[in-house]
């Protein structure tokens, strides 16, 4: 298989999971969920869906859940949506890229605003590294 084949049915796969989430999908345990990408392996035999949520760190872990949940039936439906013998193994991974480019263009802002404020800046850096981010 070539790879550009896998990165289109994988922007495809995108789209699908993206449109069964929003409509299909009536978990109660679902939050705002963005499916950011899909990195699908050459041989079209496994994928790692990516995808964002809005909420704090429960409903995010509430969230993936739900998704690991219904991974079955958004195979099931991807599968036939866009007509693929073999579909897929989806795993479902949390993005938190956009809430890390948001603290790091926080922490540049502050820089820009105080003129000398590297040590506050410093001592922000500090507290997100305390708590794991």
Known sequence: M????????????????AELIRTELKDPGLGFITVTRVELTSDLQHAKVYASVLGDRDAKVHTMDALTRAAGFLRGEVSRRLRM?????MVFKLDESGEYSAHIETVLRKIKSSGDGLSSVQEDVDESAGRGE
């Open 2 to 17: 070539s790879r550009i084949r896998a990165q289109r049915v994988a922007e495809q796969m995108k789209k699908e999971i």
């Open 85 to 89: 013998r073999m579909t897929p193994d």
